[in-house]
């Protein structure tokens, strides 16, 4: 499988928070992503986390807001209860 040539490499840890090291982070991506893209005179940049398993993030930077897409895997859903009877249904990956 062809892969997209990376604009920026990352990597992230958080092992205060219980993560030894994050596979890929989007809102690492959400940070880098701005600084690349005015650096390289671009509005796409595609960025490359070098963890273990790894993976590619494409990165749209418009109007100040940052547009993430790639491939993504469920590791975890549930429910969130808010006080009183108020259920949120969310899903958390």
């Known amino acids: 499988e062809d892969q997209p040539a990376a604009d920026f490499l990352s990597r992230f840890f958080g092992p205060k928070a219980g993560i030894n090291e994050d596979p890929v982070t989007g809102s690492a991506h959400c940070v ?14 595609v960025g ?30 549930g429910k969130l209860w808010m006080r009183g009877d ?8």
């Open 86 to 93: 108020t259920l949120l249904k969310r899903h958390i990956v």
């Open 32 to 45: 880098l992503a701005p600084y690349f893209a005015q650096k390289l005179g671009k509005t796409t940049v």
């Open 48 to 77: 490359k986390q070098t963890s273990e398993r790894g993976g590619f993030v494409e990165c749209l930077v418009s109007d100040g807001n940052v547009r993430l897409t790639g491939t993504a895997f469920t590791v975890l859903t």
